[in-house]
């Protein structure tokens, strides 16, 4: 996510990067948007959902400028470098070889024809993955690197709590669900307390922190090591995330068509928009790993048309998934998790698919949980990291790991209802990183693209949304969405 220019990796087809897109952005946030959408009406929630879209391609197309931006840059300055030692090749190490960062000498030991794959090499080609914290340090200053951290620890917060209260979430719903007289029940109507019992003396709010605990101690060491995901493991969850959203579009239809559909959904109810949005927000987020996405692509001639395409498609998934999940389930019983409402026997009575359903996030969340809190952990050190300075083993193996782990888990210690925590994350850090980042990185790419280039310089990968107003316009939304969500639920405690 984060950091310097680190390896491409092997090359894929345009159509594999879009299929690698869709299947990043689609994911835990698909699975309480349903809920959002019942509780903010269809019509206001169809439209919003439209807007956000668009909004997030749009800021998709200023990464992909401002990263084409940041190659040339890598480019000018190994021109400049190979200037100089021809110049005084006699001197040995010159001064400011020793000032360029590290990425850009490791860029310098790439040899120059691996990078050429047709004819002669557009200075602008997106051939090195500069991943956007290198970008930050680039293109903003002191201040600004600083804030593109804090907004980005802040999401990987928001999203290692949402992960650690999915799974106990999901396994106390089927288990508590399983025994007794709650036996298929999740998903009837049934209102369940945190007092209510589970299995003996033991309520389902005791059994939701056992749970908490013990998905920690399973997971949770493995912040204190180096986790990489594997080939197989993304075919395996990618595999599985298809299977269940297609079941529960499946099932759902099914009911419809048999007029068994119990769903009546408002067309409009205003104080279900801040949860809305920012479901929304959190459902569209990508834009942080874009360099890991883009950068592979063997052909980007057409990307932006490629990225516009992906979202077209995951526009109508969202719509397919939560219209029907509005008709075929009352408001009032759609769960915050989605899939917990097809644990129901009278939804479906093969037992195999509802408890792969009820379970299902508790394989694809663990698997994913791991590798997010090594990424926050790294983002922490890259943060208070001094030039030329290491860490104490105490502090690079103990306290970076802890103060990852133990914020996430707190919180979802306290609170599992998972449509606020999704709601927040993407209202607020997700806002920084979909909006006001992708403005200022492009922003700035251009001003130092023009002092570096000059103003008659074109950079291929320019943004459809070339104008500055855009920029201006996106800039304006963010800051907005900022005060409206705080304004909201400031008034909402009030109210309390």
């Given at each position: 996510m984060a950091g310097g220019i680190t390896d491409t990796g092997e090359l894929y087809s345009p159509y594999v990067g879009l299929v690698y897109m869709f299947n990043l952005i689609v994911g835990t946030g698909a699975l309480t948007m349903p809920k959002a959408f019942a509780t903010a009406g269809w019509l206001v929630s169809l439209v919003l959902l439209m807007f956000l879209g668009f909004m997030s391609y749009m800021t998709t197309t200023f990464v992909v400028e401002a990263m084409a931006a940041a190659n040339a840059q890598l480019r000018w300055k190994r021109m400049e470098k190979c200037k100089e030692d021809d110049e005084d090749s006699s001197s040995g190490v010159s001064d400011s070889d020793v000032l360029l960062q590290d990425g850009y000498e490791r860029a310098e030991t790439r040899p120059i024809l691996s990078v050429q794959r047709h004819g002669s090499l557009n200075i602008f080609e997106i051939t090195e993955r500069v991943e956007m914290g290198q970008m930050a340090s680039m293109f903003f200053n002191k201040v600004g690197v600083n804030l593109f951290y804090f907004?980005?620890?802040?999401?990987?917060?928001?999203?290692?709590?949402?992960?650690?209260?999915?799974?106990?979430?999901?396994?106390?719903?089927?288990?508590?669900?399983?025994?007794?007289?709650?036996?298929?029940?999740?998903?009837?109507?049934?209102?369940?307390?945190?007092?209510?019992?589970?299995?003996?003396?033991?309520?389902?709010?005791?059994?939701?922190?056992?749970?908490?605990?013990?998905?920690?101690?399973?997971?949770?060491?493995?912040?204190?090591?180096?986790?990489?995901?594997?080939?197989?493991?993304?075919?395996?969850?990618?595999?599985?995330?298809?299977?269940?959203?297609?079941?529960?579009?499946?099932?759902?239809?099914?009911?419809?068509?048999?007029?068994?559909?119990?769903?009546?959904?408002?067309?409009?109810?205003?104080?279900?928009?801040?949860?809305?949005?920012?479901?929304?927000?959190?459902?569209?987020?990508?834009?942080?790993?874009?360099?890991?996405?883009?950068?592979?692509?063997?052909?980007?001639?057409?990307?932006?048309?490629?990225?516009?395409?992906?979202?077209?498609?995951?526009?109508?998934?969202?719509?397919?998934?939560?219209?029907?999940?509005?008709?075929?389930?009352?408001?009032?019983?759609?769960?915050?998790?989605?899939?917990?409402?097809?644990?129901?026997?009278?939804?479906?009575?093969?037992?195999?698919?509802?408890?792969?359903?009820?379970?299902?996030?508790?394989?694809?969340?663990?698997?994913?949980?791991?590798?997010?809190?090594?990424?926050?952990?790294?983002?922490?050190?890259?943060?208070?990291?001094?030039?030329?300075?290491?860490?104490?083993?105490?502090?690079?193996?103990?306290v970076f790991p802890a103060i990852t782990l133990i914020p996430p888990v707190l919180v979802a210690f306290c609170t599992h209802d998972l449509e606020a925590l999704v709601g927040i994350t993407g209202a607020y850090a997700g806002n920084g990183i979909q909006y006001l980042i992708p403005a200022f990185l492009v922003y700035c790419s251009r001003k130092d693209t023009q002092l570096v280039f000059g103003s008659g310089t074109v950079n291929k990968h320019l943004s459809p949304f070339r104008h500055t107003f855009w920029i201006v316009f996106v800039l304006i939304w963010g800051f907005s969405c900022f005060v409206f969500v705080t304004a909201n639920i400031v008034l909402s405690e009030s109210k309390l």
């Open positions: 907004c980005i620890i802040i999401y990987l917060y928001g999203d290692l709590a949402i992960y650690a209260a999915a799974v106990p979430v999901s396994l106390m719903q089927v288990t508590c669900s399983a025994t007794g007289n709650h036996s298929c029940s999740v998903g009837d109507g049934t209102k369940y307390n945190d007092t209510d019992k589970c299995w003996g003396p033991i309520r389902r709010i005791d059994a939701y922190r056992l749970y908490l605990a013990a998905f920690t101690l399973l997971l949770g060491p493995f912040t204190f090591f180096n986790v990489q995901k594997t080939k197989y493991l993304q075919i395996m969850t990618s595999l599985m995330r298809w299977i269940a959203f297609i079941l529960m579009i499946i099932l759902a239809l099914i009911r419809i068509s048999r007029g068994q559909a119990e769903g009546h959904p408002s067309m409009a109810q205003l104080s279900g928009i801040r949860n809305l949005f920012g479901v929304c927000v959190y459902s569209f987020m990508c834009q942080h790993s874009l360099p890991s996405l883009i950068t592979p692509i063997s052909k980007k001639k057409h990307v932006n048309k490629l990225v516009l395409l992906d979202y077209i498609l995951i526009l109508a998934f969202y719509s397919l998934l939560s219209f029907t999940a509005i008709y075929c389930f009352r408001n009032d019983t759609l769960m915050d998790m989605y899939t917990l409402n097809f644990t129901n026997c009278e939804i479906i009575n093969v037992a195999f698919i509802r408890y792969f359903l009820g379970l299902f996030p508790v394989f694809t969340i663990s698997t994913n949980f791991p590798i997010i809190a090594v990424t926050l952990r790294n983002n922490w050190k890259t943060l208070f990291h001094r030039e030329g300075g290491t860490y104490p083993w105490v502090v690079d193996r103990i």
